[in-house]
T-cell receptor
C-alpha cells in the first residue's frame, strides 16, 4: 500500500523558532510537493522537487525553504516561524510513470500552530 | 481570474439526496480533470478523474466535463453520511522551470450529508 508519512501531526511553536516538517514516501516517486491548506484559501503550493537536491518554488514560497537530500525524503523548513504560518501543511508525491494524470498521493497533514 | 474556481460551501443535504458539486476553469487547453475527497483531519485522496469531455461513472459517483462551458461536475447518487467530506476539483499543471507535473486545486466544497 502506498504511503506518504509526515512525522508530526500536530506542532505548537513560538514566533521566531525554526521549524522542520519532515515527509517520507515509500513509493520511489520522483516528485514531491509541499502544500499549505487554509480555510477559504484552499491548497496552495509552497515548493516542489522533481529530483534529489532539485527544488522549485511554487505559488507561495516566501518564508519557507526545502531540502531533498534523499529521494524518499522532503523537508519543509520555516527559518523563523510567524503567526501567519499557522496552517495545515500537506506533503504529496507523484511518479512520472503515472502521466498524464499526475495523480498526487498525500500524507495526513501536519497542523502547525505558531504562538 | 484563478485557474480553477469552486464554491466552498458548506453544502448540507439529507441522506439519499443527489448531490451536485461543481467547478469552473479558465484555460481551454486543460485535458484532464480530477476530483479528490478529503475527510476531516486527513489528506486528500483521488476519487476519480476524466479526460476531455463527457461522463465517467464509478458506482454512485459520476464525473462530468463540459469543455464548451469550461465546467466540471461531480454527482453523488443516494448520498450517505459517510460521503461527508471536502471535495476538491483539480487540474494537472506542468510547472515551468522543472520537470514535475503537479495539480492546481479548487478551494474545495465542504459537503455534509445529514442522516
Amino acid at each position: 500500500d502506498v504511503k506518504v508519512t509526515q512525522s508530526s501531526r500536530y506542532l505548537v511553536k513560538r514566533t521566531g523558532e525554526k521549524v522542520f516538517l519532515e515527509c517520507v514516501q515509500d513509493m520511489d516517486h520522483e516528485n514531491m510537493f509541499w502544500y499549505r491548506q487554509d480555510p477559504g484559501l484552499g491548497l496552495r503550493l509552497i515548493y516542489f522537487s522533481y529530483d534529489v537536491k532539485m527544488k522549485e518554488k511554487g505559488d507561495i514560497p516566501e518564508g519557507y525553504s526545502v531540502s531533498r537530500e534523499k529521494k524518499e525524503r522532503f523537508s519543509l523548513i520555516l527559518e523563523s516561524a510567524s503567526t501567519n504560518q499557522t496552517s495545515m501543511y500537506l506533503c504529496a508525491s507523484s511518479s512520472v510513470q503515472t502521466k498524464p494524470t499526475g495523480e498526487l498521493f498525500f500524507g495526513e497533514g501536519s497542523r502547525l500552530t505558531v504562538l | 481570474q484563478k485557474e480553477v474556481e469552486q464554491d466552498p460551501g458548506p453544502l448540507s443535504v439529507p441522506e439519499g439526496a443527489i448531490v451536485s458539486l461543481n467547478c469552473t476553469y479558465s484555460n481551454s487547453a486543460f485535458q484532464y480533470f480530477m476530483w479528490y475527497r478529503q475527510y476531516s483531519r486527513k489528506g486528500p485522496e483521488l476519487l476519480m478523474y476524466t479526460y476531455s469531455s463527457g461522463n465517467k461513472e464509478d458506482g454512485r459517483f459520476t464525473a462530468q466535463v463540459d469543455k464548451s462551458s469550461k465546467y466540471i461536475s461531480l454527482f453523488i447518487r443516494d448520498s450517505q453520511p459517510s460521503d461527508s467530506a471536502t471535495y476538491l476539483c483539480a487540474i494537472p499543471q506542468r510547472y515551468s522551470g522543472g520537470g514535475a507535473d503537479g495539480l492546481t486545486f479548487g478551494k474545495g466544497t465542504h459537503l455534509i450529508i445529514q442522516p
